[in-house]
Nanobody, 116 residues
């Protein structure tokens, strides 16, 4: 069973930066697609960024150019560098690991708050 543990959320003023990370257990990390999602209260969870096993990346239009996803397979960790943060980026951020069609895992979420 894979376990994902997020850290690095918090509060920041508009224009600031945060770098949440997500550490995974298990042996399939390097072969998995890793995603960051976010969710506002009473809203659907939305995909923010994705990185494939080949390090191809994809970003939501709302964060492109401001957020950068990266992975460290040696340490089973995925990062989300968030720069130029805006109040509308405030949400709970979740990491997600997917391997083949049958296996997917979620972290517990980390709160990111952007306000002055």
């Amino acid at each position: 069973q894979v376990r994902l543990v997020e850290s690095g959320g918090g509060w920041v003023q508009p224009g600031g930066s945060l770098r949440p990370s997500c550490a995974a257990s298990g042996d399939i990390f390097a072969y998995s697609t890793l995603n960051w999602y976010r969710q506002l209260p009473e809203k659907q969870r939305e995909l923010v960024a994705k990185i494939t096993p080949n390090n191809n990346t994809h970003y939501a239009a709302s964060v492109k150019g401001r957020f950068t996803i990266s992975r460290d397979n040696a340490n089973n960790t995925v990062y989300l560098q968030m720069d130029s943060l805006k109040p509308e980026d405030t949400a709970v951020y979740y990491c997600h690991q997917k391997w083949t069609w049958a296996y997917e895992y979620w972290g517990q979420g980390t709160q990111v708050t952007v306000s002055s």
